[in-house]
Every structure is written in C-alpha cells, then in structure tokens.
C-alpha cells in the first residue's frame, strides 16, 4: 500500500532551522506531484511548497518563499523541506503529499491522492 512517512520535526527557536523528509513507499514516486501542507490548531490546512515530478520547478507559498526550499531525490522516493529563519507562525503539523494529476493546480490540497501521517513543528519566540 501507498505510504508517505515524513521525519524531522520539532521544537526550535525563531530564527532557527529545520529540515522535513518524507519517505514514499508502494507508488511509481516520478510519477508524483509532491506537496507540502501545514495545518496549525484550529486553522485550514494550508499549502506550502509543491515540486514537480522531476524536481526541476518548485512552488512556493508566498508566506514562507525565500525562506522554504523544496526538494526531492527520485532515486530514493524522498522529497524534502528546508526551513530556514523560522518564526512562531511557522507552527503546525507539516504533511507531504502526492499527486497524480493536479491540473497545474499544485495548491489545492483536494488535488492530492495520498498523504503522510504529519510532522510537528514548534517555533518557539
């Protein structure tokens, strides 16, 4: 079966850095649109970065570009977020996801067929 596993959360102070992975199991990954979401309590799932089947065209929310990179190793089914000079709204459960066919819509999270268990990031002030 499909599994998306993402790592790397945690608790930091603003201004620091961390770095998500998630790991894809049980789908053809270059086949994949892959998307990163972030819920925070009590708000909509919001998107954050998206990148394209080969990893050659990041998109990026205009809330963390400049800060946020995306990136994926198809030779591993990972895909990536750096997040650097994070602040105390960066907080929220970050989920990748995948996509199959968005329709050149990478933001719409109802786009995605399969998504992670999340990962909980705190930004502390």
């Known amino acids: 079966q499909v599994q998306l596993v993402e790592s790397g959360g945690g608790l930091v102070q603003a201004g620091a850095s961390l770095r998500l992975s998630c790991a894809a199991s049980g789908l053809t990954f270059g086949e994949y649109v892959m998307g990163w979401f972030r819920q925070a309590p009590g708000k909509e799932r919001e998107f954050v970065a998206a990148i394209s089947r080969s990893g050659g065209t990041p998109y990026y929310a205009e809330s963390v570009k400049g800060r946020f990179t995306t990136s994926r190793d198809n030779t591993k089914n990972t895909v990536y977020l750096g997040m650097n000079s994070l602040k105390p709204e960066d907080t929220a459960v970050y989920y990748c996801?995948?996509?199959?066919?968005?329709?050149?819509?990478?933001?719409?999270?109802?786009?995605?067929?399969?998504w992670g268990q999340g990962t909980q990031v705190t930004v502390s002030s």
């Open positions: 996801a995948a996509a199959a066919y968005t329709g050149g819509v990478w933001t719409d999270k109802y786009k995605y067929d399969w």
